[in-house]
């Protein structure tokens, strides 16, 4: 039985994301086939394999979104949805690029003191919705966007009193950072120029501190005790108030180092054209991995994979690259529903199972009993 057990599981746990990349699939094409777009084609642009230079350049981007996920993770697994991941890394990515720009410390000491700089300015970015969700109030939801406002304004303004404008280029952005406190890429994928982000071992950790806490310590169940039921957890002598700014202050830690494999591994510098929208895809990308550290690592190289891939559409079957944006959402929300589905059938399944052996137990019982 419980071999069967373990298999049913397993396939129940593969259903899911089967199932909403043949949801996604279908409905992808029917849009294609209704836009009168070459759907072939689409396809196998899609999926031919990628060269070399453009692997390097997925990676790159699963490494950034990977901890942008991550962030976003730690606030579901609380049943907290921290929609300021992208506020949060802007402020961090802003205040490690002037404290590191100064070159107060030699070399790695400057990249540490960046990355300290980074999460002290993300967490406490993100407490202050924790803050107002406890004494005021106010949800998350609000508050986060709302600050993800205020935070692309407020350092576009102090960006202009503290950037030094390029000779010849509308870009503004800080001082660059020293040549000592680049951190150099990784030759991870041979006979390419172009190297892995030297960070890339910082999401590696990040992941696995991830896994850690939340399943190896007294916190971790703590917190995740609160997100199933907070009734629960103040029963079980949970400080639920404590826990909600924690939960917040460690998803804006985390946040804080989003945009450090950009900051010290390609830009050297905080700029006007730092890229954007990290954390909103942080949100698909967690939700797509189902808050888990192995899942989300699969979500964010798929969603890479498909940014990267955007381009050759263009090139080679003449459709906007704005489909894979329509691929992603439908992807996104087609694993919502698949895994409701999937969990649903797996209750059944398992109130069946249940009823089977409390009926197989009873009938023993009824033929020994006295007429």
Do not use: C
């Amino acid at each position: 039985m419980t071999g069967r057990l373990d298999v049913r599981r397993v396939l129940l746990a593969l259903a899911a994301p089967l199932l909403a990349v043949v949801v996604a699939f279908v409905v992808t094409t029917l849009i294609l086939v209704v836009a009168r777009d070459p759907v072939g084609q689409v396809w196998s642009t899609l999926l031919t394999a990628p060269r070399p230079r453009l692997v390097v350049a997925i990676v790159n981007g699963a490494i950034v979104y990977y901890i942008s996920a991550v962030a976003v993770a730690i606030g579901f697994r609380m049943n907290l949805f921290n929609i300021g991941v992208d506020g949060q890394y802007r402020v961090a990515a802003f205040a490690a690029a002037v404290v590191a720009g100064q070159g107060w410390l030699p070399g790695p000491l400057n990249v540490g003191l960046g990355l300290a700089v980074a999460m002290v300015a993300g967490g406490l970015w993100a407490g202050i919705a924790g803050l107002l969700k406890i004494y005021r109030g106010v949800s998350e939801v609000i508050s986060t966007i709302m600050l993800n406002a205020i935070a692309t304004f407020l350092v576009a303004f102090l960006l202009r009193k503290v950037a030094v404008e390029g000779g010849g280029s509308n870009v503004v952005s800080t001082r660059p950072l020293p040549e000592s406190s680049r951190v150099p890429g990784v030759p991870l994928v041979p006979g390419v120029s172009r190297h892995v982000y030297g960070l890339v071992f910082l999401a590696l950790l990040v992941g696995f501190l991830y896994w850690f806490v939340l399943t190896k310590t007294r916190f971790g169940f703590d917190l995740r005790a609160t997100g199933a039921s907070e009734s629960a957890a103040i029963a079980s002598g949970v400080k639920v108030r404590r826990m909600v700014v924690t939960s917040m202050v460690l998803s804006g830690v985390i946040a804080g180092l989003v945009g450090m494999p950009l900051l010290f591994g390609q830009d050297y510098a905080y700029g006007s054209t730092f890229q954007p929208g990290l954390g909103f895809a942080g949100i698909a990308i967690a939700l797509l991995g189902r808050n888990h550290p192995v899942g989300i690592g699969f979500a964010a190289l798929l969603w890479a994979y498909l940014e990267q891939q955007s381009n050759a559409l263009q090139i080679t079957a003449g459709v906007s690259d704005k489909l894979v944006g329509v691929i992603q959402g439908v992807i996104v929300l087609s694993v919502v529903i698949a895994y409701e589905l999937v969990r649903r059938a797996g209750v059944a399944l398992e109130q069946r199972r249940v009823a089977s052996i409390l009926a197989a137990q009873a009938a023993p019982a009824a033929e020994g009993a006295p007429v």
